[in-house]
């Protein structure tokens, strides 16, 4: 295989990595947006406890 033919397979590749890793970056977003909406569901969760003076120490 000539340096030409080597350089063709080698973009080749780089492009499937690059789709691979569009992929899992969009798939990321989404585990991220979850954890974003449960940490917030925590804190009002907290602020509800602290307002109502329910907070209890763990057992």
């Given at each position: 295989?000539d340096?030409?033919?080597?350089q063709?397979?080698?973009?080749?590749?780089?492009?499937?990595?690059?789709?691979?890793?569009?992929?899992?970056?969009?798939?990321?977003?989404?585990?991220?947006?979850?954890?974003?909406?449960?940490?917030?569901?925590?804190?009002?969760?907290?602020?509800?406890?602290?307002?109502?003076?329910?907070?209890?120490?763990?057992?």
């Amino acid at each position: 295989m000539d340096t030409n033919g080597m350089q063709e397979k080698l973009n080749e590749a780089v492009v499937v990595m690059n789709k691979s890793l569009q992929d899992i970056n969009i798939q990321n977003m989404n585990v991220e947006l979850v954890a974003q909406m449960f940490k917030n569901y925590q804190s009002n969760v907290l602020f509800h406890l602290e307002a109502t003076d329910n907070l209890k120490p763990p057992n």
